[in-house]
């Protein structure tokens, strides 16, 4: 049955909610307002009053044409004729629903991963509700609350269904534009919201749903413009670049930065010189009048107190609300717990129009657990220029912003258009503060420049790298501390230039360029296995970025110079003599106290025709079937092989449901024993860039497994062979095997093992679901090792 979904109110009976007043009647005012489907629930009373009340509730949602669903109570539904049920993941199973219900029933689940929002899709749910959004006072549980990041990861992941989608937890009257505006994938967007206390708790419950209809019926007043990008889009933004900088010097903008006092005034004076107005004000309140000016806000966490993030919300707050622009600058995101905690609670509180930052900065807002700031600075670059521009884009994309990350080369990116910036100066990276006055000069660019973003605040960067290039060019400038009001002159000769017309100071001096990242898969979730969400429970792997717990050790280990010798022998009269290693490997690099930090999943031949040859081969496919679906809840990248599948057969038909969704990379046929083939080689990360923890399980040990750890441990990745997850046709060559992988460096554990490693902490927010896995499947697993371990 189809339904509306746009303004769903969930019931709450708790007294201190209702103030004294009859549920029905708060009920029917709200659907006065415009509620458009109503779900009864009760945690508390018992059944006859359940059934009592739910009858009353549908007396009154009757005559509004509404339809009332029961929370939880398919009996409750079946004893008054509701029009249908919500089932939560604990409750009666949707199968079993749908037998005991009117075959016109509806039926909605409430998911908060992408396996159960497939999972209900595939039954055939009507709806399902996606959260918890954000968390509350009374949900406290904040292990389910996945934001607008974890929301949009999910519908995008159901993107082909037709299946309606509702998002609760925590939604209000000054969030559910942003919720409905950041959460849209590109192919699919929420169908409503789901309120409980803000209309049942209001005084003027009506009043509060008419405001809710008039708010979901319009984007939010920042919703960002798109502009698709051009077939020289770098040249076709550098035309543009000077009359921008005249336009931002005529309108004069007012910046109200919320600023570290270690910069503050050197920032104002950068704002000065350029032709903005600075005030600096830390106190929150202050912002409902200072937003009045529709100039931009600037908040800069550098020296975080703990008043600091109440006050920025509340500045936050009133510049969405009136669409003015709003620059984050998380100084040292990565350094701190506290400063951890600041960006998840200031990313779910508000809209950013731009966040800007150095790389650890933007990996830590991006929601790597991996990244380790050093105070303020970036730290080492582990990312190359490209993956700097696809984290940028993949970041804009999700938040449906703009994103810059600031170094050497700044990376520019509107979730479409990615731009690298040369300009500037190594005296920047000397002098405090020259980071953070990128933030508010951009927040003056965009206050000035509104309708593309992307091309206010690289007018912004290009008229500040300029000018530095110019104050260090002058003789007097020895170093950092004469380049500094060398650069602010500069930056008020440009200024002066401008606001005369003359453009001749900018006439060849712009290095940029379009990065275009094509043949990269976009996805909104997750590019490059960056994780999804800061505060997502769905994937949170800690994928391509080395773990900073991880020490490497580097020696020469003579056990492998000769035992490589005596394979070498061997290998060089198989049909594999152009592969034999030409140096063997790991003899550089053997790694100690790892953790798989960065892990992917591979999924080594499992074919058909290998049943009835390979030793113990059901219980190979159980623990693999069990990596697949903790893959899929911790969104681990998985690459599996067939071995001349025309003639071998496909990967087994147990395995087959675990083969989609954008975690898998590869599904590659071959006729090389290892894995690494051309096609996969390409999929891995840069020689340069973090290794893999990869994590093989699959057929023949002493072959496939082991060529493939091989070339996985001479790229430097680290390896991880599961002992129940590895066979071969004869038993004693996984023995054989095992050992002589373990000497080559690799690490033989157990699937258990592997996956407790990967959460870390029992605080993991897939901790639940992998943990009850491991319970579901512990008799398979207990089977597997009882067979493997022996071997
Ligand atoms: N080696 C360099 N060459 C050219 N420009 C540089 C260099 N280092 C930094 N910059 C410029 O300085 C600006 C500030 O970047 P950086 O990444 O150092 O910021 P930050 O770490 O946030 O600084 P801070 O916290 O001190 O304000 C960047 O836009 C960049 O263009
Ligand atoms: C050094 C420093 N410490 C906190 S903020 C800041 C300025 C650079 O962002």
Not at 24 to 33: D, H, K, M, N, P
Not at 651 to 668: K, S, W, Y
Request: net charge neutral.
């Amino acid at each position: 049955m189809p339904v509306d979904l746009s303004l769903y109110l969930v019931t709450d009976s708790t007294p201190a909610i209702l103030k004294g007043r009859d549920l029905c009647t708060v009920v029917e005012s709200a659907l006065q307002g415009g509620v458009t489907v109503v779900q009864y629930r009760d945690k508390t009373n018992d059944t006859g009053v359940q059934v009592e009340t739910a009858r009353k509730l549908h007396q009154v949602t009757k005559k509004y044409n509404v339809p009332l669903l029961i929370n939880d109570r398919v009996d409750v539904a079946l004893a008054i004729g509701a029009e249908g049920v919500h089932l939560g993941q604990d409750d009666m199973s949707f199968i079993e629903a749908k037998k005991l219900l009117p075959e016109n029933a509806i039926i909605g689940i409430s998911t908060s991963s992408i396996e159960e929002a497939r999972k209900a899709t595939a039954d055939g749910a009507d709806y399902i509700g996606i959260g918890t959004m954000f968390a509350t006072s009374t949900k406290t549980n904040t292990k389910s609350v996945i934001g607008t990041a974890g929301t949009q990861v999910i519908l995008d992941a159901i993107k082909d269904s037709p299946i309606g989608t509702v998002s609760i937890g925590g939604i209000n009257h000054s969030n559910v534009q942003r919720v409905l505006y950041q959460s849209q994938s590109p192919k699919k967007a929420l169908d409503g919201v789901a309120i409980v206390s803000a209309i049942v708790a209001a005084d003027d419950p009506k009043a509060s749903a008419e405001h809710f209809v008039e708010l979901i019926r319009n984007p939010p007043r920042f919703a960002q413009v798109s502009n698709p990008p051009r077939a020289n889009e770098a040249e076709a933004l550098l035309n543009e670049v000077p009359q921008i900088i005249r336009k931002m010097v005529e309108v004069h903008p007012l910046v109200h930065n919320m600023i570290n006092f270690v910069v503050s005034n050197f920032v104002a004076n950068v704002a000065l010189s350029i032709g903005a107005s600075p005030i600096m004000s830390p106190y929150g309140d202050e912002a409902t009048d200072l937003c009045k000016f529709d100039g931009a806000l600037l908040i800069n966490m550098g020296t975080l107190t703990s008043e600091s993030v109440s006050n920025y919300l509340k500045a936050i707050t009133a510049y969405n609300d009136r669409g003015n622009p709003v620059v984050y600058d998380p100084v040292g995101a990565a350094a701190t717990h506290i400063r951890r905690n600041a960006v998840t609670q200031l990313m779910a509180g508000g809209y950013f129009d731009l966040i800007k930052g150095n790389e650890g900065e933007i990996r830590q807002v991006w929601g790597s657990s991996a990244v380790q700031q050093r105070g303020v600075d970036s730290g080492p670059s582990t990312l190359d220029g490209n993956q700097k521009a696809m984290l940028a884009r993949d970041l804009a994309r999700r938040e449906r912003n703009v994103v810059l990350l600031t170094g050497a080369t700044d990376y520019l990116s509107d979730g479409e258009r990615v731009i690298a910036v040369e300009n500037g100066h190594p005296y920047l990276g000397q002098v405090t503060g020259t980071g953070c006055a990128i933030g508010t000069i951009s927040g003056c660019f965009l206050a000035a420049h509104r309708s593309d973003r992307l091309l206010a605040v690289l007018s912004g960067i290009l008229m500040y790298e300029i000018a530095a290039e110019n104050a260090a060019a002058k003789e007097y400038v020895r170093g950092p501390g004469s380049f500094v009001p060398s650069f602010v002159d500069e930056l008020y000769a440009i200024r002066t230039a401008a606001a005369n017309g003359d453009d001749s100071w900018f006439a060849g001096r712009a290095k940029i360029h379009e990065v275009k990242l094509d043949n990269v898969k976009p996805t909104t979730s997750s590019s490059l296995g960056f994780p999804a969400s800061p505060t997502s429970p769905i994937p949170v792997p800690r994928q391509f970025f080395s773990s900073t717990s991880t020490t490497r050790t580097f020696y020469t280990n003579p056990s492998i110079l000769t035992y490589n010798l005596v394979t070498a022998a061997i290998m060089a009269v198989t049909t594999r003599a152009s592969r034999i290693r030409k140096k063997p490997p790991n003899v550089t690099m053997q790694v100690t106290n790892i953790k798989p930090g960065n892990p992917a999943l591979f999924i080594c031949d499992i074919q058909d025709k290998f049943r009835n040859g390979i030793y113990e081969f059901p219980n190979l496919v159980s623990t693999t079937e069990k990596m697949l679906r903790a893959a899929s809840t911790l969104q681990i990248p998985v690459f599996i092989t067939t071995q001349n599948r025309a003639k071998l057969g496909n990967t087994v038909p147990e395995l087959q449901q675990h083969l989609n969704g954008p975690h898998i990379r590869a599904d590659v046929d071959k006729t090389l024993f290892s894995m690494i083939t051309p096609e996969i080689e390409k999929l891995l990360p840069a020689p340069d860039s973090a290794p893999l923890d990869v994590i093989i399980v699959g057929i023949e040990t002493h072959i496939c497994v082991t060529q493939t750890t091989l070339d996985l441990l001479e790229r430097g990745h680290r390896v991880y062979i599961l002992v129940d997850g590895v066979s071969s046709i004869n038993p004693e060559e996984r023995g054989i095997a095992l050992a002589r992988l373990r000497d080559a460096g690799a690490v033989v554990t157990s699937s258990e093992s592997v996956l407790f490693e990967i959460l870390g902490d029992a605080a993991h927010e897939s901790f639940r679901a992998v943990s009850g896995l491991v319970k579901e499947t512990k008799e398979t697993t207990k089977g597997a090792l009882g067979v493997f371990s022996k071997i």
